[in-house]
């Protein structure tokens, strides 16, 4: 079992930058794979980048490559998302997820979810 809590959101103007931490619980974080996800008012939730249980492999999707970082301190049980250049379109509920069963990084199917945290891009 793995319980997420995410933490970092807020408003900031396009162009600005904000970095989210996700918590885990557990003794299992090093085992897990992790994604951050996020949804939009009135669209579906959509995958933003994930990061393999060792942290040696990343994946994004295009819309935030070249901008967002996906990283991950198995010591202190937290994943993170530096999010630079943020856009007006990035504005959303952003969720962590994670998953112990292993699938190819570019699996969008994870198990485990955290609460979400707001983050509002400003033009």
């Known amino acids: 079992q793995v319980t997420l809590v995410e933490s970092g959101g807020g408003l900031v103007q396009a162009g600005g930058s904000l970095r989210l931490s996700c918590a885990a619980s557990?003794?299992?974080?090093?085992?897990?794979?992790m994604a951050w996800f996020r949804q939009a008012p009135g669209k579906e939730r959509e995958f933003v980048a994930a990061i393999s249980r060792s942290g040696t492999i990343t994946y994004y999707a295009d819309s935030v490559k070249g901008r967002f970082t996906i990283s991950r301190d198995n010591a202190k049980n937290t994943m993170y998302l530096q999010m630079n250049n943020l856009k007006p379109e990035d504005t959303a509920v952003y969720y962590c997820?994670?998953?112990?069963?292993?699938?190819?990084?570019?699996?969008?199917?994870?198990?485990?979810w955290g609460q979400g945290t707001q983050v509002t891009s400003s033009s």
């Open positions: 557990g003794r299992t974080f090093s085992a897990a794979d």
């Open positions: 997820s994670a998953r112990l069963k292993w699938y190819p990084i570019q699996d969008a199917r994870y198990d485990y």
